[in-house]
Every structure is written in C-alpha cells, then in structure tokens.
C-alpha cells in the first residue's frame, strides 16, 4: 500500500503530486482558440510516483509530461510519466526506493544500480524526436502522439555522459547546442560541450575544466559566441558523505563566466569575474563585434539549497530580478557591467524563440507583485519591451499562480512577438489548473481562450511548443 506524502512545502497546495495518468480528448474552452495554433505545448516537471524516502527535494520528483494538443480551435489533453528505470523499479516495487540528493537514503536492495534519470525538468522537439531533459543524463525520448516512453537517446551512442536540461536550437542552422556538468561521472569540474546537427546528428564534442564543481543549470549562446555562467552553487560528494548537502552556497568562490568563440575551441574559452549571485535561467544573449550582452533573471543568493554548513539561506536574498551582463572582448581586463534592469521579481524568462542569440525586443517571463517573493507559483505572466524598457503583466486572478509561459509565433514568417503566450494556470479555489492562451501583444486584455482541466498541473518548470507536421 502506497503511503501518504508527507507534509513538505513543495508537495502540498499547488506542488502537491497527482496519482494518475489521463486522457481529455477534449476540453472545455472559454473564449476562442486561435485557429492559427495547431501543434502541441507539452510541459514537463517533478511529480514523484511515492512518498520520498528521507528528505525531499523538489527537483528529486518523477518527470511527468503533460501534452495540450491544440487543433481546429480544439484542445485535447493527456499526461503520462516518464518511465525511466527509478520509476519502473518503484512502480514494481509499490514504494520509493531511490533518493536523489542523498545517496544515504536510497534503499539497500537498489544501491549502486544505474539509472537512467528523472527526465523532469524540460522537454524539447529537434530534429524529429521529443526528449524529455534533466541536467545528470542523457535525454529520454517519447512519443510525441502517445507520450509512450522510448528511452534514453544518446545520439546513435555518441553523447557520453549527461546533457543539460537547456539546449538552445539555433532557428537558423537548426543546430542544437548544449552542455554537461559532471560530466565525468562524478561531482567535479569537469564540462563538455556539444553540437547536434539540424538532422539530429552529434557532430561535435569537447571537454574542459571549469574553475569549480557548480551547479550549472543553463547557458547562453550568440550567433558568435557561447556563455557558460559557473556560479557559487557548488556540488561535492565529499560534503555529502560527511552528512552535509550535496550542493551549497559557497559565494567566497565568486562567478566565472567562460565565453567561448562559436567557430573555435574549448581552448579559446576566457574567464571573467564578478561578485556571488546564480542564475537559473537566462532570457537571451547576442553579439555585437566584441561586446557581448547577456539578460538573465539574477539572484543575489541561490534560492532552494543551503550554505556549505547546512545552514538554510537567506530567503529576501534569493529573489530573482531581470539583470543584464556586458562583456567587453576588446579590453585586456576580467570584469563586466552589471546592470538590473527591472526590480520586479521575475522568472522562467522565454522568448521568441526564433531570435535566439541574435538581438531581440520582446522577452516574457513569469512574475510576482506580491510584496514577499515565495518560490513556486506566480501570479503575473510579463512582457518586456527592450527598446522602449516597458513591461506589461497579466494578472493571473486572486487565488491563482502560474508558471513559465512560451511563445508561439502567429506564422513562420510573422515578425518578432507577433503571436501568442501559453500558460499553465493552478486555480487554488478547485484546486484544478487551466490552461491560458494570451495574445502576446496584448497581454493585459486577459486570455483569448482558457481550457479547464479537472485536476492539477503541478508547479513544475519547463514546457515547449511542436508545431504539428
């Protein structure tokens, strides 16, 4: 018999798990759904399958996908866990056996057993396969009708070693660029680096030392650079096994920000220095000549883990605002400019994809305008305006909070911003989530359709659109 969750903040109200798997072919809608939409948003996140053993973690829960499929003004929906190896262990067994902050919990009869991840974290369509991402291993591959599990995707068996849960995908080579941490197998310094071609081809792959073991959750590329932000969220198993947490806040230890030339080598790679903050996600970064120009939502402590010694941070610290770094490549120095650009509490920043590492106007976000920031679920969905530095938010209602919205064009061809942003919603009052369609250029007009779902969508983190073929 499977045994209650027990009361941890990240597994009650709009966090708390669901125990099952379903099919809506089709929802009910308020409003209109554009006609132009017609592909599917899939969104991904923990939603552990038992109750933990041990301490829980919000990031250590079971990837669970959850696929809008949006046709003829229709939304159908279905969700469907990620089967990798720990789930289908536990689903055999009835009970959680694996823990994935603390070694010293796992169950004696799966200790040392290898596996294949969570695949919680992010979802991405490229070259003709939809991959469910998590920042330790490989990719884990589904069927993008049925969200059927495949199974680990290692590039005709080149990719050795994890791969990040943000690759970025160039719109125009198609390219899809991305990154390891850990990447020898352990907790270490050790980082590679790899390109994927527009077929779906592993076509490059480097290593190199970054100056410490970090939790390296994202990056940022331009059309002539790439960025690797190493920042004070540091990983040792040494710590863990002496009882102390796997990663801390150790800010002593600075940031170091490596950019590297897209046409050279982790050879080229040069450093730069600045004071402690982390950066979960950037929005975008472009080149101009030999100054490089990076957006990110920054935080002044890294929320959700403690310092070195287990002492919990400090919460008003680890509130992310929206930051933009300036490299300068021309000068001989280490440094860059530090500029805040907005002090509203900002996260899961996105934007029209298609202007990836190029420069941009339009970048959206999800938000809170509550006077004490929590992490978890928003209450706004924003718009920045670059040129004219105006930002606009829709206010997801009273009892409601949301997560990172995305962008879909209104065409191929459609200029930057011109289309729509899609959102899941957690409505506290039916304890049920819904899904928003905004007009991306008139957020603050409220939701062209809503689709009702019946149950919840567990704050999670990250979603993707694929356009149907």
């Known amino acids: 018999m499977a045994k209650p969750f027990p009361k941890h903040p990240n597994l009650t109200g709009g966090f708390a798990p669901i125990q099952m798997e379903c099919d809506a072919p089709d929802l009910v809608v308020a409003g209109e ?29 079971d990837g669970m996908i959850h696929g809008f499929y949006i046709r003829d003004g229709k939304v159908a929906y279905k969700n469907r866990w990620v089967r990798t190896v720990k789930w289908t262990k536990e689903h055999e ?25 969570l695949a919680n974290t992010n979802i991405v369509w490229h070259a003709g396969k939809l991959l469910a991402l998590e920042e330790a291993h490989a990719p884990f591959e589904l069927d993008p009708l049925t969200l059927k599990s495949i199974g680990p995707w290692t590039f005709s068996d080149k990719l050795v070693g994890p791969m990040t849960a943000h690759p970025k995908i160039d719109d125009t080579t198609g390219e899809m660029l991305f990154f390891g941490y850990n990447a020898d197998g352990g907790i270490s310094a050790a980082m590679s680096f790899h390109v994927v071609d527009a077929g779906g081809k592993l076509v490059r792959s ?29 990983g040792s198993l040494e710590r863990a096994m002496k009882g102390g947490p796997v990663y801390a806040w150790e800010p002593e230890k600075g940031v170091h920000i490596g950019i590297m030339p897209r046409k050279g080598s982790v050879k080229d790679l040069r450093w730069f ?20 120009t990076c957006d990110v939502c920054e935080f002044e402590q890294a929320p959700l883990f403690p310092w070195a010694d287990g002492t919990p941070g400090d919460p008003s610290k680890a509130v992310p605002r929206l930051t933009r770094w300036t490299f300068d490549l021309s000068r001989n120095t280490d440094d860059y400019k530090w500029e805040r650009l907005n002090d509203l509490a900002c996260e899961f920043p996105r934007l ?11 970048g959206y976000f999800a938000c ?64 049920a989530s819904h899904l928003v369609i905004l007009d991306a250029e008139n957020l603050t007009a409220g939701p062209l359709a809503t689709a009702y779902l019946d149950h919840r969508v567990p704050f999670g983190f990250h979603g993707n659109w694929c356009p149907a073929a």
């Not at 067994?93 to 991840?117: C, H, I, Q």
């Not at 480097?206 to 540091?234: K, N």
């Not at 220095?273 to 490089?292: C, I, L, Q, R, T």
């Not at 029209?352 to 339009?362: A, I, K, L, N, V």
Request: net charge negative; hydrophobic share 35%; aromatic share 12%.
């Open 368 to 431: 809170d305008t509550n006077p004490q920031f929590k992490v978890g679920g928003f209450n706004g969905i924003g718009r920045v305006d670059h040129q004219t530095g105006k930002t606009e938010i829709y206010d997801v209602g009273a009892g409601c909070a949301t997560n990172e919205p995305i962008f879909v064009p209104k065409s191929d061809d459609a200029p930057e911003g011109v289309g729509y942003l899609l959102a899941n919603v957690y409505d506290d009052s039916r304890k």
């Open 273 to 292: 220095k600045g004071e402690p903050s982390y950066v979960f996600h950037p929005m975008n970064a472009h080149s101009n000549g030999d100054v490089v």
């Open 206 to 234: 480097e290593t190199f030392e970054a100056p410490y073991a970090s939790m390296v959750h994202d990056f940022m590329i331009t059309s002539e650079h790439v960025i690797f932000p190493i920042m004070p969220l540091t």
């Open 352 to 362: 029209d994809e298609r202007r990836t590492g190029m420069s941009y106007r339009y």
């Open 93 to 117: 067994a009835g009970r959680a056996l694996f823990s994935a902050f603390n070694p010293m919990d796992t169950d004696p009869s799966v200790a040392g057993m290898e596996t294949d991840g």
């Open 33 to 61: 759904v554009p006609q132009e939409l017609n592909g599917a948003f899939f969104r991904n996140g923990p939603n552990p399958q038992f109750a933990p053993r041990g301490g829980y973690h919000w990031f250590g829960g």
